[in-house]
Structures are given as C-alpha cells and as structure tokens.
C-alpha cells in the first residue's frame, strides 16, 4: 500500500518562510502533488512535481526526492491568509490521476 | 468556467437512514473521483470513474455504500444504512484525465462538499 506523513500542526509568523515536510512509502507512483485546503472549503491545487527538484508558483515552491522518500512544500512572505490545511498526495500508477492523500499539516500564521 | 457542483451542502440523518450526495463534474472533464474526509484527516478515495465505468473502488465500503455516474456527467453517491462513523464530508473532484492521453498532472479539481452527521 501507500502511506504518506505530515507533521500535524506548524505555527510561522507573517511574513516568514515555512517548510513542510512529507514522507511517504510507495512501490511506485507518478508524481507528488500538494494542496490547500481552508476550514470548510474545497481543497485546491498548489503544485506537482513529476521529476525530482524544486517547482516555483509565485510564493509556493515544491521539493522532491525520490531517493529519500520525501518531499516539502515552501511558503515564504507568510500570509494571514496562508492559514489552512496543506495535503501531499501520491499520484498512484496505473490510473489517470489516482490521488492519495496524507495526513495533512495545519498552518497556523500568526501576526 | 463553473467549478464542481454538489448538494446538498449539509445533511444530518438518524443510524440506519439512507442518504444521497450528488456531483455534477466540470464540462469536458472525463474522471470523476468521491473522496470521504472524516474531520482532521486527509481525504480517503471512495471511488474513481473514467466516463461512466468504475476504475477503482477498492475502497468503498460497497455493503453500504454505492455510486454511479450515468452517461458519464453527473454522478451519485448512496449510503444506506447509514453508521455513526459515515459523519464525514463527502468530497467529489474531477479532472481531465483520459485513459492513455492525458498527461497525470496530480490537479483534481473539488466541490465544496457535502457534510454529513449521522446521529
């Protein structure tokens, strides 16, 4: 099977950097994907990355490492409004566009 | 470009009642997906459509739940009888992804939701 972990919770203050990590066990997959999702909303998409290295999307950048098993989402200029939930999920092969997705990691920004 | 329908938004229902979510995907969109998300965790595939055939189910509890996506647009989701540990928001997300043509992007694009309490 596939398992993806997150640590529960981080606390940054506005305008600061975060990381937030992501290791994961899998025979196999296409991708790494990340989302954002706020109390009550939809999740919505932040970034893929298909290749090992780092994907830049303005303020949000994503990292992985197929060799370590990991991979991070970077925030930087932290935003109140940065304050959600953020999920990894493994594309899985075999299916179009199979996402598994991990634990999660609550952001709390603080002023 | 309207986003993924569902209704209702919120639904609470007795144990052993029956219940039903409906998903209307975005236009054009071949894959549908059903994801549970119980408060707290990551969401759990239910079960994923290309068109109107089931490509994984796997994880749908299929002695309570069921699902269909006729003509392969809208599609369904039925609980019954419904348990104390289905109070969860039902999640349906659709993308592009045609078998063999398109490119697996990880970009699946949600509802807002159905939230369901079963007292």
């Known amino acids: 099977g596939q398992s993806l972990e997150q640590p529960s919770e981080v606390t940054a203050v506005e305008g600061a950097i975060v990381q937030i990590n992501c290791t994961y066990q899998t025979s196999g997959f296409y991708g790494l994907s990340w989302y954002q999702q706020h109390d009550g909303g939809a999740p919505t998409f932040l970034s893929y990355?298909?290749?090992?290295g780092l994907e830049e999307t303005g303020r949000f950048s994503s990292f992985l490492s197929r060799s370590d098993s990991y991979g991070y989402l970077l925030l930087q200029e932290l935003q109140m409004k940065d304050s959600a939930s953020y999920f990894c999920?493994?594309?899985?092969?075999?299916?179009?566009?199979?996402?598994?997705f991990g634990t999660g990691t609550l952001l709390a920004v603080q002023p | 470009e309207a986003g993924v329908a569902q209704s209702p938004r919120y639904k609470i229902i007795e144990k052993r009642q029956s219940v039903a979510f409906w998903c209307n995907p975005i236009s054009g969109h071949a894959t549908l997906y059903w994801y549970q998300q119980i408060l707290g965790q990551g969401p759990k595939l239910l079960i994923q459509?290309?068109?109107?055939?089931?490509?994984?189910d796997s994880q749908l509890p299929k002695d309570r739940f069921s699902a269909e996506r006729l003509k392969g647009v809208d599609s369904t989701l039925k609980i019954q009888p419904a348990k104390l540990e289905d109070s969860a928001v039902y999640l349906c997300?659709?993308?592009?992804?045609?078998?063999?043509?398109?490119?697996?992007?990880?970009?699946?694009?949600f509802g807002e939701g159905s939230r369901l309490t079963v007292l």
């Open positions: 999920a493994l594309s899985s092969p075999g299916a179009t566009n199979k996402l598994i």
């Open positions: 997300a659709s993308s592009l992804g045609r078998q063999g043509a398109t490119p697996n992007t990880g970009e699946l694009f």
């Open positions: 990355n298909g290749l090992d």
């Open positions: 459509f290309q068109n109107n055939g089931v490509v994984d």
